[in-house]
């Protein structure tokens, strides 16, 4: 059974930081390069980074984010830093390219205020 838990989502001022962690069950984990995703209001979930040999990002977040991962725990981290109000949004975990079939997790709310 696929598990996907996110946390540490918040209220944080501009400019400010935040730590995301996803508990993900072993088999997805285990097998998968794992990536965030977020989905702003009104707006089509996003790819942010994933977490494989390269770490990659989308530029939104280049120099600001950090993807990493935990293996012995089947936990991937987002820390999040010099957040910007357009970061606001739900931020999910999930293997990389997963898609609207897969199973998702209730993600963690990120709002950033100016």
């Known amino acids: 059974q696929v598990q996907l838990v996110e946390s540490g989502g918040g209220l944080v001022q501009a400019g400010g930081s935040l730590r995301l962690s996803c508990t993900a069950s072993?088999?997805?984990?285990?097998?998968?390069?794992m990536a965030w995703y977020r989905q702003a209001p009104g707006k089509q979930r996003e790819l942010v980074a994933v977490?494989?040999?390269?770490?990659t990002y989308a530029d939104s977040v280049k120099g600001r984010f950090t993807i990493s991962r935990d293996n012995p725990k089947n936990t991937v981290y987002l820390q999040m830093n010099s957040l910007k109000p357009e970061d606001t949004a739900v931020y999910y975990c999930?293997?990389?390219?997963?898609?609207?079939?897969?199973?998702w997790g209730q993600g963690t709310q990120v709002t950033v205020s100016p």
């Open positions: 999930n293997k990389y390219r997963a898609g609207t079939d897969d199973y």
């Open positions: 072993g088999s997805i984990f285990r097998n998968n390069n």
């Open positions: 977490s494989g040999i390269i770490r």
